[in-house]
DNA sequence: AGGTAACCGAGACGGTACGTCCGGTCTTGGG
DNA sequence: CCCAAGACCGGACGTACCGTCTCGGTTACCT
């Protein structure tokens, strides 16, 4: 048996880059990759999507992909999750406009050919692959969540809600906005197909901001 | 131009019976083959699901499938409407009753492993083929959401909502809550991960009483 | 059940028509599948020949051609065997021209498209299948074969031959010149892909009045 | 002969010098594929000849196959040839012993299951298709050709024939007399289906030698 | 400077599923 | 009993990708 069962890891994910022997993975093939796997995704879809093509497109040999990420959905997580990592949550003043400020984002997010592609598939796989759920959720749901956790601080911050009394029902909370949220804009864009606009937002945030009372 | 392409197509859809020459199809097989679709894809999941495979085991040819249904989506479809089918609104006496009887309904669907393997995968797959997206709308997100419409009306029928005011604004508050609900359940479930138990229900419920300053 | 389990049977084979109860069967239909048969066989090929092309093209059911032919074998050995009964032997009155005469025809026979495309691939067939090889010495090889014997008998009558010795013997001579003739002329033309003219063919012959000596 | 690596791919510019790039081609497939076609046309015939099931018997996946062979035809040919590149021409010391051992060895070979059921088939193809047939040509037919050639020319060195006046009419000579030992040997035994003896050959060698009045 | 270990491209490899086609059978309604 | 139409089962077709495996060659570190 090999002694050494060379485990394909992505590139950025673990700490040390152990400094091996031999000559290092090119770097600029891992951008290569992603950009090309993205535009693919965009062009073809998630059922079109190959990585014989994605390979072509990246100027790289398959080989190189599957030493690096050793299926088609991992790639499709980092390709996608760079996307995701891209959020922010601005302190705009108010808890109304940081939502809408959010919740504009993720639609925007989410209008992206590859993003749209990509990321129902993903879900849809995870239901099946507990390891690719994790790192879904690593990758692409933690960083939503996070923004939902932000504005709640910083909505504490500006006095407009009071400070977590216990930290699992706050927890808790959190989820079910999250889950709202998340949910509903995806289920109106790539469900429903119908488009999500500014007057859509207000409405939605009202319509949120209304459900939970402690919030004037 | 022959206004009907309908080479391949799925059974009970059209509205003629077709011309009656040649030998009949088989009325069992259309059974067979939809209880094999569920079963499979119950066992192996979307990515697993082969059309070779739902023909062994519905004892049926693989060209009896392709004669009836053109692709392995639009099979889908057809075999995870009947499930939706089966939803039903009752009148318990409230609305918050009646919200929490469909939620729970809803996730009783979303729990089954067919029905979480086949849904976000057909969701993804309508972001690229727009027919498919109408089909799917048709039959399994209409009949959804027409509870919401239902469970709207029995309120207005106990009074605890007015009557419509506006035939436009009420279609689109429709589609708001339909959203919210289906999109919430559905992420919940499927990409967090995490059960609906009971007590979530009864939270999510009131809290989308809540958003609705109208209902008391 | 049905009690008998009707044989297809080649409509001119039979010697009584069995006149039975009900709607007796189309006559014209049977030149309109031999002469499809030999259409589709000059045009597409023995691979390329297809009882649902033939049953298109002589505007039949596919049935119609099965209840009268058990498979393409034999339909085909049917379809070529009318044009090898075509064949004669005049008697032009020398041996010399008789040979000539009868090369002549067969090498016209083996130009049709249509038998190309069929003798070589029946035979093919014939190795394999004892049944389906009688057949086509019923109907193809032996019409050849008595343009020999006749010939022979017609030499014999001129006194350019003696009369037969052993029938026995005489046999066997006239199968290996009807093997030498029809090998001869089907390799040059079908296999080495050569043209037969009238100098190969008196060439030929002259070689062949040379190799028995008992002919002057 | 090797299977000269013959891409079924485009030819692309054409004269590419064939980039040693890339895993090389396993030599021990191509063995092992031509034996598995042998004792697939043995046993089943050129009728039961599947793709598929030679993959199978010689361990090797289909594409292999499509990738050096463009179909089932180009394939058997190879297969066949290897048998036909066998064939010799002792020098006996007489004609009469040589043009024997040639008829006995040709006998031989199309005695063998798998020449017989794969010779005639394709032949019959090689009348549709212009470029198998040239094919045929070179891999079967002149191995066979040349042992004519051999033949006379020992002939010639050993007195019993004059030497070729006219190289065209040799050349013709040539043509004549094998298209008449192959096509009377093939027909004898494929069509007519009866056995090759030593006596049968006796007798044809001499019936053959008397053709050519030069021959004493 | 030379090893050597890991990288890289290209592409062949064993598999699996695809969607189509055809052979031969059967089941309709109608003659 | 025949006929046309067409659905039915089974099985081979040739193609497309998958993920793995050799190849010859290329860096970069470590003696």
Redesign the interface.
């Known amino acids: 048996m090999a002694p050494t069962t060379q485990q394909p890891d992505a590139p950025g994910a673990g700490a040390a880059p152990a400094r091996g022997k031999g000559r290092p993975r090119s770097a600029a093939a891992d951008l290569a990759i992603l950009d090309a796997t993205r535009a693919a995704l965009a062009e073809l879809?998630?059922?079109g999507l190959t990585m014989g093509d994605v390979a072509v497109r990246a100027g790289v040999a398959k080989t190189t992909l599957y030493r690096r990420w050793p299926s088609k959905n991992e790639l499709v997580v980092d390709a996608i999750a760079i996307l995701f990592d891209q959020l922010e949550c601005a302190d705009l003043g108010s808890l109304q406009a940081d939502i809408e400020a959010v919740v504009a984002q993720f639609a925007d997010l989410l209008s992206r050919p590859e993003t749209?592609?990509a990321?129902?598939?993903l879900?849809?796989?995870?239901?099946?692959d507990r390891q690719l759920?994790q790192r879904?959720?690593e990758r692409i749901?933690e960083p939503q969540k996070v923004l939902v956790q932000l504005g709640r601080a910083n909505a504490q911050a500006r006095g407009e809600m009071g400070p977590d009394e216990d930290p699992a029902t706050a927890c808790e909370e959190i989820?079910?906005i999250?889950?709202?949220i998340?949910?509903?804009?995806?289920?109106?864009l790539?469900?429903?197909?119908?488009p999500i606009t500014p007057e859509?937002i207000r409405?939605?945030t009202t319509?949120?901001l209304?459900?939970?009372?402690g919030l004037n």
């Open positions: 879809g998630w059922g749209q592609a990321l129902l598939a879900f849809a796989e995870g239901t099946r759920q879904i959720r749901v989820d079910i999250f889950d709202t998340a949910g509903t804009v995806e289920h109106r790539l469900v429903s197909g119908e859509w409405r939605f319509l949120l209304n459900a939970f009372p």
